[in-house]
């Protein structure tokens, strides 16, 4: 399948994430919750990350290349928002590991996991959205 119609595919699934977490979170068993986030997180790895990636290096390159300086500090801007984004996930990972591993979990730390994958999904379809009101940015390659 072409590159950008996966990432135009991708975008789509992370625009839906955010009502997906809501559901989750709605449940009353934290352990649900975990196992869900589990799955989740192989849709990042096997998804997001990848996305990512072909962003960094087959797109903004060559955007970058073919004189695209109006493209700069948005590409910039999208680059340190994988950042961030990565890292937070990172951090996700590390709490639900956690919560998976405690018997005891509080509300407090089902609350802070749902947090977290709120912020999360808000940041990434704050990022898709940005991207896709930015077509020029495709158009470039």
């Known amino acids: 399948m072409d590159k950008l119609i996966q990432l135009s595919e991708a975008h789509k699934r992370i625009l839906e994430m955010p009502a997906m977490y809501q559901k989750v979170f709605a449940s009353a068993n934290i352990y649900n919750a975990v196992a869900y986030v589990k799955n989740l997180n192989k849709l990042f790895i096997d998804t997001i990350l990848p996305h990512f990636d072909f962003e960094e290096k087959g797109i903004f390159p060559v955007v970058l290349s073919k004189g695209g300086a109006v493209f700069e500090s948005l590409i910039s801007t999208l680059q340190q928002e994988h950042k961030q984004i990565i890292g937070e996930l990172a951090r996700l990972n590390e709490l639900s590991a956690?919560?998976?591993?405690?018997?005891?979990?509080?509300?407090?730390?089902?609350?802070?996991?749902?947090?977290?994958?709120?912020?999360?999904?808000?940041?990434?379809?704050?990022?898709?959205?940005?991207?896709?009101?930015?077509?020029?940015?495709?158009?470039?390659?």
Request: charged fraction near 35%; include cysteine.
């Open 98 to 141: 956690k919560l998976e591993s405690n018997p005891d979990a509080t509300q407090k730390e089902k609350d802070e996991l749902a947090a977290l994958c709120t912020e999360i999904t808000q940041e990434l379809t704050e990022h898709a959205q940005k991207e896709d009101k930015n077509p020029s940015l495709i158009y470039e390659i």
